[in-house]
């Protein structure tokens, strides 16, 4: 089993940063990759970014490449997502998801909300 917990929610203007972390216990040697997944007011859930544990390696969606670094610190279990350059666009529940061998857990959410 794992357990998140997202931090570091919102609300900003839009152009602004932001940043989110995410704290990981339980079983992490399970854990092949760790990222952020969103949902919009209104829409479905949609993957943002992914971080692959032991080698760091990132992907984005195409919507927020260039604006959002996401990093992993495995010494302290931690997940985190910068965001730049914040869009009204990218308001929303922001969660913390870990890739356990074949199944995946989730964080509560994050609400973050960027003002026009």
């Known amino acids: 089993q794992v357990h998140l917990v997202e931090s570091g929610g919102g609300l900003v203007q839009a152009g602004a940063s932001l940043s989110l972390s995410c704290a990981v216990s339980?079983?992490?040697?399970?854990?092949?990759?760790m990222g952020w997944y969103r949902q919009p007011p209104g829409k479905e859930r949609e993957w943002v970014a992914t971080?692959?544990?032991?080698?760091?390696?990132?992907n984005y969606a195409d919507s927020v490449k260039g604006r959002f670094t996401v990093s992993r610190d495995n010494d302290k279990n931690m997940v985190f997502l910068q965001m730049n350059s914040l869009r009204p666009e990218d308001t929303g529940v922001y969660y913390c998801y870990a890739s356990y061998y074949t199944t995946e857990f989730w964080g509560q959410g994050t609400q973050v909300t960027v003002s026009s």
């Open positions: 971080v692959i544990r032991y080698n760091g390696r990132e």
């Open positions: 339980g079983d992490t040697i399970g854990i092949t990759g």
